[in-house]
């Protein structure tokens, strides 16, 4: 079957947001308007298409990041559009589902709450997209709720995300008087006929706000001529006109959105069905293609220096990268790609380059949230979801084996909060191990283990709900029933001052012994950098294939450290020098030396223990203030500021996690249920002595 749609009208983008901005009510109204659904769904009633965990309609919140695809002709272009989605979660618990779309996408609609504007989880959505080089257009959310502020909200952007918003759209009223948006770049003004939000015509621009608009404007003329001052015709009718066509705005505005220079900022109320339309409009005219976006580079599978760049073609090699796994109950492992080039057709076998495995594809389904529809083949620049991959697993790339890379993977958070679970019959373990090593396989926070020491099985993740979730499914989707422990922080070791050992591993059983000798050095690092490996030895000391072996033992001896049994981190490891033995030695024999000159060193450098810290932001009336601040210093929480934002007090604090547990009840019984909050994990940060003694006597 011949591609539908060529590359350039075709869009890869997600919704993203923090959480109650209106994500998934923007995303219903969207597929409503495209012809996706001719009943629009709604989040609090539990109806949206988007959220089809039982767990997510429950809530009314998006737990895991859902595709679709949908048509749009752009009433500016007159062109026919095919729009690819991912509505992704805005609870801090599921960033995961964030951060493995974003880096899937080429580009991205962030919605804000008109009210709220920035909030902690915004922040941390925009970073994400940041990193991956995603560009940005900015939604400005339920303009029609008290406390709506438009330009609060641009300068917010401005100061806490440091972006270049710039807004493209005016809003006629706010909160019960919204009721239209001005296009500031044709200086047209739409109104809506009724209260349903379904029809607009176009009017007049209201005459007291034609001084705001013709300085808007002139804002988004300013910076086109800035960001084409090397265009000679541009700036000639810039200073001559002092204002550029409609034609050149739009054309220039695209290129400096798809070169991340620029986000502009357009408005409306989902939930009212106010401003969709104009939205998708915008979508179409701003956002790149997979033709204006950097192509994918990857490297040679057996030269990590040799990069390979993939070509955003369907004649070129295939190469996909696979984002997402779901244990779907009716076709078994569904695997979610982004095709980067070529393409792929049912009945072919790829070639998983991650791991050096092939794979034959059963079936390519196009996705519609749950459901979904077989097609016989894909094409570059397409998001699907294939069926028969039993190897692959997230961030693995699949390709065609004679022209085999490996596309750049994805890093994820480790857990930070852990509970003990244990089956309420024998005969459930094993069911519930299959489920646990499922969701594993899904979702790339969520770590399953046994506890050697206590024999318990234990469930690790992002957060109390995250985990809540996963036991809530284990219960209705595998039908397990659990016993689950009380919740435990993860905390991690770290040295605090250098350290060396010389250890020799030596064993003679009759015929071939075992023989490694390692002298290593270890030192501290800054917070966050993670595990350094470094080699001084000397030409006869040890021969260079059995570092990779030292290495190994060192990284497995680290995950259980010598103060606690915690993971240790930020640190480096330096082989200064060891000796061999020409038959004896092996590589097992110097991971086991590697491992004990780690933890013989790791005892002498002065561990310390290290809790995770929480970024908190707690949203409360004026007179729960004084309460909320005493508390969160009660719990040993590090003040870091008071704001005043729309009319509520935002109170800032750093609090270690092992302090948050409850909160959200103190918090609604501290305040009369007025007050809410947002944490998100923020780094690890050494605990004091009393409080260490006492964690290590436990």
Not at 231 to 254: A, H, P
Not at 557 to 562: F, I, L
Not at 593 to 611: D, I
Request: net charge negative; charged share 25%; aromatic share 8%.
């Amino acid at each position: 079957m011949p591609r539908q749609y060529p590359l350039h009208l075709v869009r890869n983008i997600g919704i993203m947001a923090h959480i109650d901005a209106g994500k998934t009510t923007t995303t219903e109204r969207i597929l409503f308007f495209s012809g996706k659904i001719r009943k629009i769904g709604e989040t609090h009633e539990g109806t949206a298409v988007m959220d089809s965990m039982v767990q997510e309609q429950e809530r009314g919140i998006t737990i895991g990041s859902a595709a679709t695809t949908v048509s749009w002709k752009d009433q500016y272009t007159n062109n026919d559009y095919r729009i690819n989605i991912i509505d992704t979660p805005g609870h801090v618990d599921f960033t995961a589902e964030v951060e493995r779309s974003l880096r899937v996408l080429d580009g991205a609609v962030a919605v804000f709450c008109a009210k709220g504007g920035v909030e902690p989880q915004s922040e941390t959505v925009w970073r994400q997209a940041s990193n991956y080089g995603v560009p940005r257009i900015a939604f400005v959310n339920k303009m029609d709720v008290p406390g709506a502020n438009f330009y609060n909200v641009v300068n917010m952007m401005k100061e806490r995300l440091n972006a270049n918003a710039l807004p493209v759209q005016l809003p006629i009223g706010k909160s019960e008087t919204f009721k239209g948006i001005i296009d500031v770049i044709e200086k047209k003004a739409y109104v809506w006929k009724d209260s349903t939000g379904l029809n607009y015509e176009e009017t007049a621009i209201p005459a007291d706000m034609e001084g705001e608009v013709e300085k808007a404007h002139q804002d988004v003329v300013d910076f086109i001529a800035d960001f084409c001052a090397d265009d000679e015709d541009i700036i000639n009718q810039y200073f001559e006109e002092g204002d550029l066509s409609v034609e050149t705005i739009k054309t220039n505005l695209r290129k400096a959105v798809c070169q991340n220079k620029v986000n502009p900022v357009f408005c409306g109320t989902a939930y009212k069905n106010k401003g969709v339309q104009l939205l998708l409009n915008a979508i179409c005219q701003y956002l790149p293609s997979p033709l204006d976006v950097d192509a994918m580079v990857g490297f040679d599978p057996d030269d990590e220096e040799k990069e390979i760049a993939t070509k955003t073609d369907d004649d070129a090699p295939f190469a996909a990268l696979c984002f997402k796994i779901v244990a779907d109950p009716f076709v078994g492992k569904l695997s979610y790609l982004r095709v980067y080039s070529g393409t792929l057709k049912v009945g072919t076998t790829v070639y998983n380059s991650s791991r050096g495995k092939r794979e034959r594809i059963a079936k390519i389904l196009q996705m519609h949230s749950d459901q979904r529809a077989e097609i016989e083949e894909t094409y570059a620049g397409e998001i699907v979801a294939v069926v028969g991959l039993k190897e692959s697993r997230t961030g693995d790339t699949l390709c065609n084996e004679k022209h085999a890379l490996v596309l750049e993977s994805m890093t994820f958070p480790e857990p930070v909060i852990k509970i003990a679970i244990e089956p309420k019959t024998k005969a459930g373990e094993e069911k519930m191990m299959a489920a646990l090593l499922k969701m594993a396989d899904e979702d790339p926070t969520f770590k399953t283990y046994h506890d050697a020491e206590t024999g318990q099985t234990i469930i690790a993740g992002m957060g109390e709900l995250h985990l809540e979730i996963i036991v809530d499914r284990l219960l209705r989707e595998f039908k397990v029933e659990a016993n689950v422990g009380k919740p435990q922080v993860s905390y991690r070791e770290t040295i605090t001052r250098s350290a060396t050992s010389d250890m020799k591993y030596a064993r003679q059983s009759g015929g071939k012994g075992q023989y490694g000798h390692v002298i290593m050095t270890i030192e501290p690092l800054e917070a966050g950098s993670g595990f350094v490996f470094e080699d001084k030895t000397r030409d006869n000391d040890v021969p260079k294939e059995y570092l990779p072996a030292i290495k190994a033992g060192i990284e497995e001896a680290s995950k259980s450290g010598a103060m606690s049994g915690f993971q240790t981190i930020d640190f480096k490891a330096t082989v200064t020098g060891g000796s061999w033995h020409p038959v004896d030695s092996s590589e097992m024999a110097f991971k086991i030396a590697g491992s004990m000159a780690f933890k013989e060193a790791e005892a002498k450098a002065s561990p310390v223990l290290l809790e995770p810290m929480m970024k908190v932001e707690v949203m409360v009336p004026d007179d729960y203030v004084g309460d909320v601040m005493g508390n969160i210093s009660a719990r040993r929480g590090n003040l870091t500021g008071v704001e005043n934002v729309n009319g509520t007090q935002v109170v800032r604090a750093f609090v270690p996690l092992a302090e948050m547990f409850g909160y959200a009840t103190d918090l609604r019984s501290k305040t009369q249920g007025r007050g809410n909050f947002t944490m998100q994990f923020s780094h690890f940060a050494q605990v004091n002595e009393a409080l260490s003694k006492k964690l290590l006597n436990k």
